[in-house]
């Protein structure tokens, strides 16, 4: 997630006069606080006609503002990262959620979209939120990271630090700095494309109106 946002951070350096309106899907509401990004936003869309930002919770279920697409207000539809289910409902034609209307909307719009799956083929590097690493932690009584945490987001059990509230953590990184133990990971693992998540996106290349880019910086040859 964070390599598509430093893409359209970069769009908006390179060309301030191109619009931006942000969609963003209930996993990707929290994942964004996750990851420290949800703050950042306003770098990309900040908050003028064409450059809102959407947020699922707060567009109901029948997502009201896809319908612009019907309109001839954008030139392009990007999806990234596409998780394997946001790729699965636009395999087989499912638009049950903000970004998966977005994507019906601007294919009955004629409006190009540009997939970025997250899991294409072989195995993937991803980058996963903080965490306790419970080998190297000692369960500290006077645990920094539990007692400074902003968010309230590290919790306790029999007074001894337990695990980290990942719907409450906002990625700030404070708690891996405190930890004189090194306890607190965040960082790469390396994950396996399953045989199904392949296949759909192999369907959405077939479909019209619909392009499959390898990388989120693909989308930099657009501009």
Known sequence: MDRSYQVFKEIKLRSPDVSVNTFISRAAEEVLRMYGLEQKLVKISDGDYL??????????????????FLLGRYDALFITPA?????SKIAYGIADSLVTNAVAQAVKGRVPVYVVPV???GSI???????????QCRHCEDCPPRENCPHGA?????????????????????????CPYGAIKGGPVEILVRDVDKRNVEIIKSLQGITVLESPEKILDFF
């Open 154 to 178: 590290i919790t306790e059990r029999n007074g001894l630090t337990d695990q980290i509230e990942l719907l409450k953590c906002k990625g700030c990184g404070i708690c891996k700095e405190l």
């Open 51 to 68: 450059e809102e930002i959407f947020r699922e919770s707060e567009q109901g279920s029948s997502s009201p503002k896809v319908g612009r």
């Open 83 to 87: 998780t394997s289910n946001t790729v």
């Open 119 to 121: 899991d294409i083929e």
């Open 125 to 135: 590097v991803s980058e996963m939120p903080y965490n306790i690493d419970r080998k």
